[in-house]
């Protein structure tokens, strides 16, 4: 899979987190849920909701009109983020995501929590 080159990227939290959803959903489409332990799959549903919440506060912060609102939902968005990897180490405890995957996505994590100041 390619990987995109974050530290060249100029543009806003709400689109990296559109792309980081998108490659979480490409890796979990190869994945067949039935076969999936029970306390994996609840984390796979876990991580999925915490990516709308992430999207939604994300988006909520870079149209947020005075800078009080702004930093709650930058706070709200970065606590998303945070148990979204919590989901995601959850998960590949069961090898749903390669070591590789988790690494990757996790410094997407780090990135955005840094961009949401």
């Not at 799959?41 to 919440?53: E, F, G, H």
């Amino acid at each position: 899979m390619a990987r995109h080159n974050w530290t060249d990227d100029i543009s806003g939290p709400s689109t990296k987190v559109k792309r980081l959803e998108a490659e979480i959903r490409q890796i979990l489409r190869k994945i067949d849920q039935s076969k999936v332990e029970p306390r994996y799959r609840s984390a796979l549903n876990d991580l999925r909701q915490n990516l709308v919440d992430i999207r939604i506060y994300t988006n909520a912060y870079e149209f947020s009109e005075e800078r009080p609102e702004q930093l709650d939902n930058a706070k709200t968005a970065r606590k998303w983020l945070a148990k979204a990897r919590q989901n995601l180490l959850k998960a590949s405890e069961g090898d749903l995501f390669s070591a590789v995957d988790v690494a990757h996505i996790s410094a997407q994590i780090d990135q955005l929590i840094g961009d949401l100041k």
